[in-house]
Each structure stands twice: as C-alpha cells, then as structure tokens.
C-alpha cells in the first residue's frame, strides 16, 4: 500500500496510475504551487510535476501578497489544486479524481538526481523570501536517511525494528512545508510506507484518521499540535512512533506524550537551507545527532553542516554547541535572544515558562520594533480564559526576571498559528497592532506590573 483515503488502502499500482494521468493534463509551464490539501493529491501531483520536468515551489505563506511575488519571479508558473482558489490571476488546474477510472499498468518513473524537484522558501521575517533550489537525489536521500534513523528502512523493518513493515505515517502537518513533505510524504514514498491523506487538526480528527489505519500507525506532528492532544482527553490508538518538530520541546512535554500514548517521541531538527539536519529522542537530554553521512564543522564563529544529503555546504541558522562532528547541542535562534536593561533572554525560555503556568492554553512573548517615541517593552499574547491579568502576572513574577514581564498584555481567544503552529514575526505585528485597537482583549493590557 502506498496510501490511505480515509480507510482506503491505494496500492502503488493505482498511485503511479494517477501520477501519469494528472501529469498529461498539467500546462507547458515550468513552475507550479501545489496546494492540494488532500496528501495523497499533493503527492500525486509532486510526482506528475516531476515527470514533466516541472519544479514545485514550496512559499512560506498561501497569501496572495505571497503568490503575487512568486509570479513576478516565476512568470511560467500556475496552481494545482483540489479546491478552487483565489491566485491573483494565476491559472489554475483542479486536481481530478480517478473514482472509478481503472489503474493503467505502466513503469515507475525514474528522476535524474540532479533534477530540481522543489524550491524551498526562508520564511521571510527578515526581508524577502529566499528561495532554496533541492534537487531529487538531495531530497531522495534525505527522506532514506530519516527512514533509517527511525529504523523503517525496508531491510531494518524486515528484523522487526522499531519501525514497523506496514507503517503508515498520519500527519498534522501541512505537505507544503519541508518538514511536512519530508517527513509524510518522501519517507513513505521512498521507503515502502504508507501516508494517510488527511491533515487532521483538532484531537478529535487525529483519532479518527489514526483509527482509519490497521496498524503501524506514525503520528508526525509539530508541538501546538501535541500540546492540543495532551490538554486534550482524547484516547488515540497505539501508535508506534511520534516525530514531531518546528520548534524544539521540552523533556517534560516529551516525557508526558511518551507516557500518555505509549510510544518513543523524536524531534527531527532543520532549517530551510539544509533541511533535515538531525535527531533526538527528547527524553534523553539536548544532545541532537546528525542524519547519516551529515558532519558539523566549526568555521570561526560559525558552524557549518555538509554532506549527507545536503546539497552544498550551509552555516547554521541557530546558535549550537559542537560536542563532535555528529552532534550538538542547540541554544536557541540568533534572533531569539532578547537583551532588556542588560540582561539578557531568550524567548524559548521566556515562552516556555508562559506556556507552563496552569490555566495558559497557548501563549507567546513578542518585542515589537523599536521606536523613538517611547520605551520598547515585551508584549504577551496569552490563551487563558480562566486567569485574570492578577494571577498571570504573579505566576510569570515567580519564573523570570520582572524586567522581562510583559507591557502591555494581551488575553485573546486564539494566536495566528500558520499551518505548521508558527508565529511569524510579521503576523504578530499586525497581530499586535490589532490587538491594540480591540476593546475586547486591551481591556486587560494595563501597563502596571
């Protein structure tokens, strides 16, 4: 099986059927964005574009701003979809089902290692996104060396490792995000799994498509996702594995999920110039290891990843700690570092004591720009419909410096969570100034502290 739709199991037969089939209906164009929602659709798709010589791009947001961009970039580009969408003026292909159209026999494809597959995008808090070519082979290795870490290779699934033959993964996460293609679709395509089509969000909707899957059942999601499952009373069925990443978590929520669901948690650590970078089992401590063939070295203030399956030799985006050239440890974004009156923080560990205070459902520090027209102070936005402004700020006086307690602070129903649980810096600007301007959550924002 390659594929679950709902409890459908959709053989290989029928998957390269679709793949011929949606491929001889795609445009003479060179670029496309792929937003079927369904994953079995995009994967579908991914491999029809391949087949044409045609590269999927990977934006960071669907905004129309955002496809806007990418058509003056990319002028031979178009959308394939499985809804309707508005693509400013960008044409469009609707992805059509094959119910009841029989399987046509027919080889696998074969890519040529060097051909670009997809281009990835920086998210482009700084600036401008920028785009980030991967080749098949770069991607094609990177999605065997994850397969290998997790012990489901198909010789290792064979010896009865803990990756199982018959896995199938189940994800939270969206297809068109590189962790979300690496990790739901090329793991199984590449290694003789199976990916269940649905994106699942809420718990009640991660149990019914875990339920759909006989067994073997790989949950890959990202943190908001597992907090929402843990707060949750929901019973999931045995999973055998937990992959989860985005943003790191920590030993105690790992250790909690572990317990709760009864299967092993890893993180898979990455950032968009590489990709996948490396591993850990979160209960066992902060040390990250390499995926296979990827080595660390140290180049005057930085540190740089190669080999393996990444492509060209990249410096990291985050501040880490060599402790060899397969391991490290990770302290945190350069841009998560936060300095107020001289001392200094970082907003990992400013949100998660946030996010630990009972009755907080969700939450997060910002620092809004900086102007000349008065004191820059941290903002919070906070999910806590049972506290009052009273009791949060008393608990967040007893876990950080009160140099670092928040000016103002904002209660609201929900934060902007974009579809891999990320708050990108600009969304929270708006976020903020909205928030602002609403009598509903400024109504307890008083600046005393």
Known sequence: MVA????????????????RRVAASLPEHSHLVNF????????????????????????????????????????????????????HGIEQVLFSDSAGVPAVPGPVPEFAPEQVAVIAFTSGSTGRPAPHPKTWGAIARGAAGEALRFGMCGSERSQGSAGKSGSVLVGTVPPQHMYGL?????????????????????????RAALEDVPGGRVLVTAPVHLRALLTDSVTLPALELIVCATAPLS?????QAEARFGAP???????????????????????????????????GDTVRVHGGHVQNEVAFSDVVEVRDAESFVLHGRNADLVNIAGKRSSFAYLNHHLNN??????????????????????????VAPTLSRQALIAALR??????????PLYFVESLPRNATGKLPREVLQRFAADCALRKDCGARTEDRA
């Open 4 to 19: 679950f739709c709902g409890r459908r199991a959709v053989r290989v037969s029928e998957f390269l059927s679709d793949v």
């Open 36 to 87: 079927c929602n369904d994953r079995y659709r995009f994967a579908v798709g991914l491999g029809a574009a391949l087949s044409r010589g045609q590269v999927s791009l990977l934006p960071p947001t669907q905004t129309l701003e955002m496809l806007a961009q990418l058509r003056q970039d990319y002028p031979g580009l178009y959308v394939l979809s499985d809804t309707p969408q508005a693509a």
């Open 182 to 206: 690496e990790s739901t679709v090329l793991m199984a395509l590449r290694n003789g799994l199976a990916l269940h089509a649905a994106r699942p969000f809420y718990p009640a909707d991660v």
């Open 251 to 255: 030993q105690e929520m790992a250790a």
């Open 265 to 299: 948690l890893h993180e898979v650590y990455g950032f968009t110039e590489a990709g996948m970078v490396a591993t850990r089992r979160t209960i066992d401590g902060p040390l990250w290891h390499t995926l296979p063939g990827v080595r660390l070295r140290e180049h």
């Open 357 to 382: 205070i009972e009755g907080v459902k969700d939450g997060v520090f910002f620092m809004p720009d900086e102007t000349e027209a008065k004191v820059t102070r941290l903002t919070v936005f906070v």
């Open 398 to 407: 007893a876990r950080i410096d009160p140099v670092f307690l928040p000016r």
